[in-house]
């Protein structure tokens, strides 16, 4: 192919080398040589600072200061020369004193100005670069005055061999090392560019494999990983359909079996609880029914008697199929709620207004004390079946002490009603089980009062509709029954 990664890679790493090559030597066709005389410039410079540093610090003729010079002068390959202001040698280093000292007097009086290059010039010293006729080599000077006004010339040669070398090997270990940095970069950079769309194309098949389908390729290029690049998002596309298809339908199977297995399920047990709740009224309506038609009770006393059991099952009865609707519209959504702010210390005060006289025939003490009004969100029709629950079952199961304390606790912005009856504590095994349809702890003593087990669930159903905590709590002396609503501001 016209763009094969392999061609790609070839062509990159080619020109690279060749680039580098080619940067070597322009490089040291261009700017070794100043280098290099910068260098010597530079060094001669240095050992100048020195000397004048013995002469203002007085250690011109100490073995110190003899030994690094020495060391400077091998070091560097320089000769040194210093003489007073009659001419007499003050320091020397290096081989033909005589020679030095013509070569100083002709630069001090201006006469070797023509076969010099000046450098760098300073009321203090001179920089130049001079061809000596006699050697015909090159030099690299440095001459001029020191503070105590002796004059002084150090000078080295621009063709010294091992000094050159040492040179040249620096400059080439610096071009090198930047050189190596730059092709790095480059390669960095380039390999990116190149395998970056082999990575992207790992991590879209890893995201596949976890059946996410919203990665794809995004690649502009028109080499062989563009092409895997759009077959695979192909291949996404094809699985992300097949894959929706298949859970659409297996969800849509899921939900039709489970909803038929719910719908028996509520149907099995609402015949068996209704049937079980309706089957002694029944029974009892039955017997007292055929007992009046056989002319059991002639008198009129007993006659009134099988007529009040008649009634009174008949209003059981029709109770629990009241509560039975009222429950199956909240279950199924049929009740819509109507969140409404009203002061729930009022809607409490008022329930009990009207349940006074039933606490009153039981001889029970109810207890409310809430006097400042308290505004909370919620339907406030529902609330108020719930409190009649609640308060209903604390009635029929108070005993001990005969009180009813009901307490409203504000608190993280709800407020929570406890309705707390005196009495036996419910089993624990019990605690979860109560607000199922037609559960009843104590069957027995529910049947005398007429409680159909439907009450706590309605409470549950409406709670749940409204999105709201509820619970009971057992105590030594007693239970609470607690709903929560949310506050509203006053």
């Known amino acids: 192919m016209r763009d094969s990664i392999r061609r790609q890679f070839a062509a990159i790493f080619i020109g690279l080398m060749a680039g580098t090559i080619l940067l070597n030597w322009f490089v040291n ?36 200061y003899d030994l690094a ?32 000292r013509r070569q100083l007097l002709q630069h001090v009086f201006m006469q070797s100005r023509e076969q010099s290059q000046v450098m760098e010039e300073t009321d203090r010293y001179v920089i130049q670069r001079i061809g000596d006729t006699m050697t015909r080599m090159e030099y690299i000077e440095i001459w001029g005055i020191l503070s105590n006004q002796d004059f002084f010339l150090i000078r080295t040669a621009l063709e010294g061999i091992q000094d050159s070398v040492r040179i040249a090997n620096q400059f080439l270990a610096y071009v ?14 380039v ?18 494999t976890h059946l996410d389908f919203e ?31 298949l859970k659409t339908a297996n969800n849509e199977l899921k939900r039709d079996i489970q909803k038929k297995e719910q719908i028996d399920e509520m149907r099995r047990e609402f015949l068996s609880n209704v049937s079980h709740e309706l ?24 006659m009134q008697f099988y007529c009040g059991v008649i009634v009174d099952e008949a209003a059981r009865m029709n109770e ?11 279950e199924s959504g049929g009740d819509q709620v109507t969140m409404e702010r009203f002061d729930i210390t009022a809607l409490i005060a008022n329930y009990l207004q009207s349940a006074r006289l039933l606490a009153q025939q039981e001889q029970i003490e109810v ?32 005993s001990g002490a005969r009180r009813i304390d009901i307490r409203i606790f504000c608190r993280e912005g709800h407020a929570r009603i406890n309705v707390f009856n005196t009495g036996t504590p419910i089993p624990e095994e019990s605690l979860p089980h109560l607000w199922e349809k037609f559960y009843k702890v104590d069957k027995a003593r529910t049947r005398e009062y007429g409680g159909s087990g439907i009450g706590l669930s309605i409470v549950k159903a409406v709670m749940d509709s409204m999105h709201q905590a509820f619970g009971v709590t057992n105590y030594e002396d007693g239970v609470c029954f607690w709903f929560e609503l949310e506050l509203a501001a006053e």
């Open 320 to 330: 629990m199929v009241k509560k039975l609707l009222t429950l199956n519209q909240l």
């Open 191 to 208: 390999s990116r560019r190149i395998t970056s769309p082999i990575l992207q194309l790992a991590e879209i098949s890893r995201r596949m």
């Open 367 to 398: 207890d409310f004390s809430q006097e400042q009004p308290i505004f909370v969100w919620g339907d406030e029709f529902m609330t108020e079946e719930v409190l009649t629950n609640y308060f209903s079952n604390a009635v029929h199961h108070c």
């Open 215 to 245: 990665a794809r390729y995004e690649g502009k290029s028109h080499n062989e990983i563009a092409l895997l690049g759009e077959n695979i998002n192909k291949l996404s596309d094809t699985l992300e359909t097949t894959i929706s298809e």
């Open 279 to 302: 089957k002694t009224p029944i029974a009892l309506i039955q017997g007292y029914a055929e007992g009046l038609q056989e002319g059991l009770g002639d008198d009129p006393e007993s």
């Open 69 to 100: 010079l020495q060391q400077s002068c091998a070091k560097y390959n320089l000769s040194v020369l210093v003489v007073d202001a009659n001419s007499r040698t003050v320091k020397i280093s290096g081989n033909d004193s005589d020679y030095m």
């Open 176 to 189: 090198g090392i930047l050189a190596a940095l730059a092709s790095g970069v480059i390669i960095w950079f």
């Open 29 to 64: 066709n261009t700017l070794l040589e100043r280098y290099y005389i910068r260098n010597k410039q530079d060094v001669l410079l240095k050992v100048y600072r020195e000397l004048q540093r013995a002469v203002d610090e007085g250690t011109l003729d100490s073995e110190d």
